[in-house]
């Protein structure tokens, strides 16, 4: 049995049991959360969402890319959304690879360099701060005035805002 197929299965065996508004694409919340692919971070359980309130957008490190900013603008600009948090965390991935050692691995592989970034980063304060920047400068976002930017501690399951 593959993963997918295990997952299939969970999902017929839990039935339709998950709380929350599905009557609408738009969040009732307003808010738009971006965060990290990493499978440690449980977005709903964290914040305590019910379905139908927040649109959660993730990928490796929950940095703002320029296919972030797409997701971002459409939130905004069709389905209402007014606010971004960006939740980052303690023991990343892409704190331990550097853009070129990761990128000369792929061309090593492919004999193709990636031309997009890959968002290394050393420190995850920077990270988060380098992401509020890139949100609030964005020309695509309506509402960039609220975006606030935090570091989640895997371990702890804490929250620290980033100023």
């Known amino acids: 049995m593959t993963s997918i197929d295990v997952l299939l299965k969970r999902n017929q065996e839990i039935g339709n049991i998950v709380p929350g508004d599905r009557s609408s694409p738009k969040p009732s919340l307003q808010v738009s959360i971006l965060t990290c692919m990493d ?3 449980r ?4 914040f305590g969402l019910l379905q139908g309130e927040a649109h959660v957008l993730r990928n490796a490190g929950g940095v703002v890319t ?3 900013i797409r997701s971002l603008a459409l939130s905004q600009r069709k389905l209402g959304t007014r606010e971004v948090l960006i939740v980052q965390h303690t023991d990343c991935g892409l704190s331990t690879v550097t853009e070129d050692e ?9 004999g193709l360099r990636p031309t997009w970034a890959v968002e290394a980063f050393r420190k995850v304060e920077d990270s988060v701060r380098t992401s509020m920047e890139r949100a609030r400068r964005s020309d695509f ?3 960039n005035d609220n975006v606030r930017g935090f570091v989640y501690d895997v ?4 929250l620290t805002e980033v100023k």
């Open 66 to 68: 320029d296919d972030m």
């Open 43 to 46: 977005v709903f359980e964290i």
């Open 102 to 110: 990761f990128k000369d691995e792929l061309e090593s592989a492919t």
């Open 141 to 143: 976002l309506l509402h």
């Open 39 to 41: 499978a440690r971070i």
């Open 155 to 158: 371990k702890a399951g804490s």
